[in-house]
Structures are given as structure tokens and as C-alpha cells.
């Protein structure tokens, strides 16, 4: 009888268990099955090369970025082929949250000063919850401090204001290739003659190759449509490499632009590369944690 009953008891234990782990699987797949994969690092900086990428500063992180363009390579000798002329900008990007940063910039091009704001709204991921591509937006306001060039006449500080709009689409395919898409929207209050547009519209492409962990090269245009500017301006294009090396990002590059924000480099681009108008310039991004994470 009590051989019985302990046989009765082990099966009870057996096929208990086996219920138990069975349940615990269910639980287990059930939650695998909710799990989402987000992707990182579309690209390693919040700029692609000139313009923008879907990127942010982390919360709490404070993001600052020198840009520096020299003067054209075609300039000759005299001018040290561009070295002894430049255009600089210092600029500060905050992360508020993981998904909304602010930024102020002061740009040496016409004495500007600008500030953004930069919002992700969708992020490239898999799994329970699948979006195929991340988007951010982002928009700017520039504020021209040059002297009036006829202080007679009646001058309005709105003349001295233009703004950008900006919604930037990217996509990460695999660990090495990212490729964005940036439909643009350009207002200027003021403008230099009667031919020039106060609204301009523009498509930018851009993209990122991944040599190695810590270098990879770099590619970006603007397309102007058709019939927003005077014939003299150009479609801006820029190739360069971005270098990591732990708290910073240098990029260097090759670009036909002087201007060193959206209101200046997409619209007023003078440079033409077939007449050998290229700038070498680069951009250097260091992150500070600011406030403790949580």
C-alpha cells in the first residue's frame, strides 16, 4: 500500500512539473513575442555632413559642434588654396528628453545666430513592434546681425529673419549602410533681389558606409526644385569620412558650400565642383552628460 501511494505521489510530482515548466514557456514565448528591437546608431552624430540627421543628443547629454569651412581649393597659392579663409560656427544641442533636443548656434556667414528644435517622432524597429524606418523633425530659426546696408531707409528686424523646415526620414540596413531622405522647406522674410524666392523648397539625400567600428564614409546633397533660386546657385554636395574616437566625432570633408546652416548652404550655394569650388571643412561633436540618468 505504501508503495502504491508514493508511486501515486511521483506521478503527481512529475506531471505537476512538466505543467508547471509548460506554463512557464507559454510565459516565456509570450513575452519574447512582445519584445521589440529598436535600432541604434543610424548614424554616429546629429549631422550627416552639412545638414541634419535623425540623431539627438541623449537625455540629459549636451552636444557641442564646431564647424569650420575654409575657403575654395581653386583659390591658388596665394590664398594657401583656400587655408587662409574661413567660415566657422559653435553650436550647442541639448537632449531635454530621448526624444526632444533644443540648440543654439552663432555662425561667422552674415553674423548669424540660430536656434533649433529637433523631435523624433518614429524609431526604426522590429518585432511586436515593427517600423521600418525612423523620423525626426526639425526646425530653425536664423537671425542675420549684419549691419543694414542702407541705414536711411526704413529696416525691420523681421528682414532680418529666416526659418527652416525639415522632416528627416532614415533607414538602417544591417550593421554597415544608412541612407536618409530630407524634404525641406525654406522661408526667408527678407531677400537679396526680386528674382530670388522667399519660400524655397528642397529635397536632400544623404547617406553612411561603415569601414570599421570606428570609421565610415559619408555622402549628402540638396536638390533645389526647379525654379526656387537664381541660375548662379547650385545643388550643394558634400563626401566625407566620420571618425569616432569614444567622446568624439570628427567628419571631414569636401563640399562646394561657404554656408553652414540649412537658411545658407541649401538656398545660396555658389560653389560649382566641375569648376573645382570645393571647401574643405569638418565638424567636431563632444557630448557631455549633464544631468544624472535615471
Not at 505504501?2 to 507559454?26: H, W, Y
Not at 552624430?45 to 569650420?68: C, D, M
Amino acid at each position: 500500500m505504501k508503495t502504491r501511494i508514493k508511486i501515486f505521489v511521483l506521478l503527481i510530482f512529475l506531471f505537476g512539473s512538466r505543467a508547471v515548466a509548460q506554463d512557464l514557456m507559454d510565459l516565456l514565448n509570450e513575452d519574447e513575442s512582445k519584445k521589440t528591437d529598436y535600432t541604434y546608431a543610424t548614424f554616429k552624430a546629429t549631422r550627416v555632413i552639412n545638414g541634419q540627421s535623425i540623431e539627438i543628443p541623449p537625455k540629459g547629454a549636451l552636444n557641442f559642434v564646431i564647424s569650420h569651412h575654409f575657403g575654395r581649393v581653386n583659390s591658388g597659392a596665394y590664398e594657401w588654396f583656400g587655408l587662409d579663409q574661413a567660415n566657422i560656427r559653435f553650436g550647442f544641442d541639448y537632449g531635454i528628453t530621448d526624444w526632444l533636443s533644443v540648440g543654439i548656434g552663432r555662425t561667422s556667414v552674415k553674423k548669424t545666430y540660430d536656434g533649433s528644435i529637433k523631435v523624433k517622432i518614429l524609431r526604426q524597429s522590429k518585432g511586436y513592434k515593427n517600423m521600418p524606418v525612423s523620423l525626426t523633425y526639425f526646425t530653425n530659426m536664423a537671425i542675420t546681425a549684419l549691419k543694414w546696408q542702407d541705414p536711411e531707409r526704413a529696416n525691420y528686424f523681421s528682414s532680418r529673419m529666416e526659418y527652416v523646415h525639415q522632416i528627416l526620414i532614415a533607414r538602417k540596413f544591417g550593421s554597415s549602410l544608412s541612407v536618409q531622405i530630407m524634404p525641406t522647406f525654406i522661408h526667408r522674410n527678407l531677400v537679396p533681389t526680386i528674382n530670388d524666392q522667399n519660400d524655397v523648397y528642397a529635397i536632400g539625400a544623404g547617406g553612411r558606409i561603415k569601414i570599421t567600428n570606428r570609421l565610415a564614409i559619408t555622402a549628402e546633397s540638396y536638390f533645389l526644385m526647379p525654379g526656387q533660386t537664381r541660375e548662379e546657385f547650385f545643388n550643394t554636395l558634400s563626401v566625407g569620412i566620420d571618425l569616432e574616437t569614444g567622446g568624439h566625432v570628427f567628419q571631414l570633408y569636401l563640399t562646394n558650400s561657404q554656408g553652414l546652416i540649412e537658411e545658407q548652404f541649401i538656398p545660396m550655394t555658389t560653389g560649382n565642383w566641375l569648376n573645382g569650388d570645393i571647401h574643405i571643412g569638418f565638424n567636431i561633436h563632444r557630448t557631455f552628460q549633464i544631468a544624472r540618468k535615471k
